[in-house]
């Protein structure tokens, strides 16, 4: 709980006095009929809070002399507590959850106008959260309302993320190795696979080989659907049918990451399905992986965050026009961005709770920098549909992707993700293995 603390703090001395942040955390969401998909709170709310369960709201007042993290959450209820186990209750929420002050959550439309009385600035995260855009304005103009009693209320509304998803781009120890261990357990899970695979499997067994591996060693949730993808299914960016049989002499690309403490990994691998690459297979793999060493050397503290995806693009353009993928100049098809044909998609998003993490990748209007505590995937690709006439037949049909989890550091880079195998040779090895 020290963690979230040091947050909150820090995150209410960015508002200053005479302000309020509210944050309700995510909503139950139906799976079908009476079924619930697995519960996970709201990732800016649990960032605040550590705090996992549904129908919750916290407010964060600084220096309010009645306490500055209040809660509102369920109380504690013995019969559904039966069916649903236990709760944290309104004392388990201070005892354990470090709140100043607790409250039902049934309290919330009459207890939150009352504490905006008093404060000049509100933030919350706007359009994120139906029911509090809803209720926002309403508590507002009761408040206005009371003007002849001398009751101000709010004159500034701000958006909580501008802030939080700020802090929430720069990694703290503790969630670094967070992310380390969901990189490790997901390393794991692509190992498991490339042992496991062979011509005739259906792309799902493949899939179900990784939840295994990452769900014993802790880790149950997947980050976000797998995508198995054999032969011309790795050229469809976002697969995730994984109901095709792999066939002998394809190349199947597995993009599967799992979530860890409520932090992501997010790897992509792309290895034969009978173990051994072919003569074409590798000229095209050896490319991507040598744009992936480029976009990955531009990793560290002071290069603009888009200096990956310029060192990636300019290796798989050069390699493109060698193989006579692409015809032309090299200056003129960066120009014109002639290598989207087969490269449509960016390098590099950044990495936390979500798998497609929050923050800013401009600042004023530029690329931002790269600064230490910052993570991002690298993950240059190349995707040539089998209906494609323009190539020769020998490329058709073949997609690749390789991603790695990387961590900027004061040195230069980490990557998270390294014990996932990708050299040809230590790719092969194992799958002989």
């Given at each position: ?179 380390r261990i969901a990189a490790v357990i997901a390393a794991e899970g692509h190992k498991r696979m490339m042992r ?80 051994v690459f072919s003569p074409v297979q590798r000229e095209l793999y050896q490319l991507v992986l040598d744009a ?99 190539v020769a037949k020998k490329w058709r049909g073949i997609g690749i992707r390789i991603e790695d989890d990387v ?27």
């Amino acid at each position: 709980m020290t963690e979230f603390k040091r947050r909150r703090r820090r995150l209410m001395r960015l508002m200053g006095k005479d302000s309020i942040a509210i944050l309700p955390t995510a909503p139950a969401m139906t799976r079908s009929r009476d079924v619930e998909h697995p519960y996970r709170p709201d990732s800016d709310f649990y960032y605040l809070t550590g705090f996992t369960e549904p129908e919750s709201v916290a407010v964060l007042r600084p220096s309010h002399k009645e306490g500055e993290y209040l809660l509102f959450c369920r109380e504690r209820d013995p019969k559904k507590e039966l069916w649903n186990g236990l709760r944290a209750g309104l004392e388990g929420a201070k005892k354990h959850y470090g709140a100043d002050e607790a409250l039902t959550i049934g309290k919330l439309n009459e207890a939150l106008p009352q504490m905006l009385e008093s404060c000049e600035r509100v933030y919350y995260p706007i359009g994120h959260h139906p029911e509090l855009d809803r209720l926002m304005p309403e508590w507002i103009a009761a408040i206005r309302a009371k003007s002849r009693s001398g009751i101000k209320g709010p004159r500034e509304i701000h958006a909580l993320d501008l802030i939080l998803h700020e802090m929430r781009l720069f990694k703290g120890a503790a969630e670094i190795e967070a992310m380390r261990i969901a990189a490790v357990i997901a390393a794991e899970g692509h190992k498991r696979m490339m042992r496991a695979c062979k011509p005739g499997m259906p792309e799902y067994r493949l899939e179900s080989e990784f939840l295994h591996e990452c769900a014993t060693r802790g880790a149950r949730q997947a980050a976000y659907p797998a995508i198995v993808g054999g032969g011309a299914n790795a050229c469809i960016l976002h697969y995730t049918e994984n109901n095709e049989v792999l066939r002998d002499g394809d190349l199947v690309l597995i993009d599967a990451g799992c979530e860890y403490g409520c932090y992501a990994s997010d790897i992509t691998r792309t290895f034969p399905v009978n173990g051994v690459f072919s003569p074409v297979q590798r000229e095209l793999y050896q490319l991507v992986l040598d744009a992936q060493h480029a976009a990955i050397a531009e990793v560290r503290p002071g290069n603009p965050c888009n200096a990956p995806h310029e060192a990636a693009v300019r290796v798989l353009a050069k390699g493109m026009i060698k193989l006579e993928l692409l015809k032309g100049l090299l200056s003129r098809l960066l120009k014109k961005e002639g290598y989207k044909k087969f490269f449509m998609h960016r390098t590099s998003h950044w990495l936390g709770m979500d798998v497609h993490d929050v923050g800013a990748y401009l600042k004023d209007e530029k690329p931002r920098v790269l600064q230490p505590g910052m993570v991002l995937t690298i993950e240059p690709g190349l995707y040539i549909p089998r209906e494609c006439k323009e190539v020769a037949k020998k490329w058709r049909g073949i997609g690749i992707r390789i991603e790695d989890d990387v961590l900027v550091t004061e040195e230069g880079h980490e990557i998270l993700s390294t014990a996932a195998p990708k050299e040809i040779h230590e790719i092969e090895a194992l799958m002989a293995s």
